[in-house]
C-alpha cells in the first residue's frame, strides 16, 4: 500500500475497528457507536471489506452482518481467517441463521456470534471483549516469539562455547565451571537475575577470542615465546571484538573483554584499574583463575584448590575484588562448594 495511503487510513493510538453491513442505516449508526472509541471503517458488501482490508488492514475486530448480498458474512470472515488470522471475527446474525452461526463458530472462524436486534451496551461490550482478546493472542504471540529467541541464543552461545573448547584440550569444561563458580559467587553476592543471566552468558563464551589463536600455541607442551604469549593475551579483545554487536545495555562482550584485567591495572589488554572494571568481569576474574589454577596445562600439572584459594586470598584487593575474592573462599572453605563439571549448575 502507497505510503499516503496508510497514513490517510491511519488514526492515531486507536484500535482499527471493520463493520461489514448492507444497511446502510444500521452500519451508520454502528459507526456513530464506535467512533470515539476506535478507528472505524464501514464496508457495504464482503467484497468491499476483503478490499478495505487490503488497503487499511490490518483490523484488530471485524463485525459483519451474516446476510449479504454476494459474499455472505461466514464467506467473508472465513477468508479474514485465513489472510489475516490475527483480526478477531464477531458475526451479526438473525435468529433464522442460529446454526449457520454455530457452525461459522465451531469452525473457528467466528470468535463470537450476537443476534439481531443487538442492543448497543451488548455489541460495545462484545467488541471490547474482542478487542482485549486481540490483546491477549498478540501478547501470546510475542511471549512465544520470545521464547524462540531464548533458545536460539542458548543453542548459538553452547555451540560457540563448544566450539572454541574443542580447540584447546585444556580448556576443555573450563567455561562451564568457571561459569558455575561465577554464578555461585555472584548468589553470594547478592546479583540480580538479570545480572546472573549476563554473568552466565559472559562466562560461557569468556575465552572465545581464543578462536584466533593457533591451536598449536594453546595444546603444545612447555613455556611459551613472548610473541606467542601476546597472541594469546588478545584473546580478550578478539572475543569483545565478536561479540560487540550484541545488545548494547547487555554487557556481556564488555565482561569478556575485561575479564584478565586486575584491580591494581597490572591485567590486560586495557591496564584498568578497580571499579573501572566492570562487576561481572571481576567476578569472572576470580573464577577463571581458581579454574586455572586447578586445571592441568600443557606447561604444568594441576596446582590444586588450596593454591587456588590462597592465591585469591593473598591478593584480595590488590589483584581481585574483595567481595568476589569472599565471595569465593566462603563457597569454598564454609560451603563445600567444588568445581565439578559445572554442567548441573547451568
Ligand atoms: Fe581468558
Not at 600443557?298 to 589483584?319: C, D, M, T, V
Request: charge should be negative; charged fraction near 25%.
Amino acid at each position: 500500500m502507497p505510503e499516503e495511503m496508510r497514513a490517510a487510513c491511519a488514526e492515531a493510538g486507536k484500535v482499527r475497528l471493520l463493520l461489514v453491513d448492507d444497511d446502510r442505516n444500521l452500519l451508520e449508526s454502528l459507526r456513530r457507536l464506535f467512533k470515539d472509541d476506535f478507528e472505524v471503517f464501514t464496508a457495504e458488501s464482503g467484497q468491499e471489506a476483503l478490499g478495505v482490508m487490503a488497503t487499511c488492514g490490518p483490523f484488530t475486530v471485524i463485525v459483519s452482518d451474516l446476510k449479504m448480498p454476494g459474499m455472505d458474512g461466514i464467506e467473508l470472515l472465513s477468508r479474514v481467517s485465513r489472510a489475516s488470522p490475527d483480526t478477531v471475527r464477531v458475526l451479526l446474525t438473525g435468529h433464522a441463521d442460529m446454526q449457520a452461526a454455530i457452525d461459522a463458530a465451531n469452525l473457528g472462524y467466528v470468535y463470537r456470534f450476537l443476534t439481531k436486534p443487538c442492543p448497543p451496551e451488548v455489541l460495545r461490550l462484545s467488541v471490547e471483549e474482542a478487542r482485549r482478546h486481540a490483546e491477549l493472542l498478540r501478547d501470546q504471540r510475542e511471549l512465544f516469539a520470545l521464547k524462540r529467541c531464548k533458545v536460539l541464543l542458548e543453542g548459538i552461545v553452547r555451540g560457540f562455547s563448544t566450539l572454541v573448547e574443542a580447540r584447546d584440550v585444556y580448556l576443555a569444561g573450563h567455561q562451564q565451571r568457571v561459569t558455575a563458580l561465577a554464578l555461585a559467587m555472584g548468589r553470594e553476592m547478592g546479583l540480580t537475575d538479570a545480572e546472573k543471566e549476563t554473568l552466565r552468558i559472559a562466562g560461557l563464551l569468556h575465552d572465545i577470542g581464543k578462536v584466533y589463536v593457533p591451536a598449536d600455541f594453546l595444546n603444545r607442551p612447555g613455556i611459551l615465546r613472548a610473541e606467542e604469549l601476546s597472541v594469546i593475551q588478545m584473546h580478550p579483545e578478539v572475543g569483545y571484538d565478536i561479540l560487540k554487536h550484541l545488545d548494547q545495555n547487555w554487557p556481556v562482550a564488555v565482561i569478556i573483554r575485561q575479564h584478565h584485567e586486575r584491580m591494581d591495572g597490572s591485567g590486560y589488554p586495557q591496564g584498568l584499574q578497580g571499579r573501572f572494571i566492570a562487576q561481572g568481569a571481576r567476578i569472572l576474574a576470580v573464577a577463571d583463575v581458581v579454574d586455572a589454577m586447578c586445571s592441568h596445562r600443557p606447561y604444568r600439572p594441576s596446582l590444586g584448590i588450596s593454591a587456588a584459594l590462597a592465591e585469591i586470598e593473598k591478593n584480595r584487593g590488590r589483584l581481585y575484588d574483595e567481595a568476589a575474592a569472599d565471595a569465593c573462599l566462603k563457597l569454598f572453605r564454609e560451603k563445600g562448594y567444588s568445581l565439578g563439571d559445572g554442567s548441573a549448575e547451568l
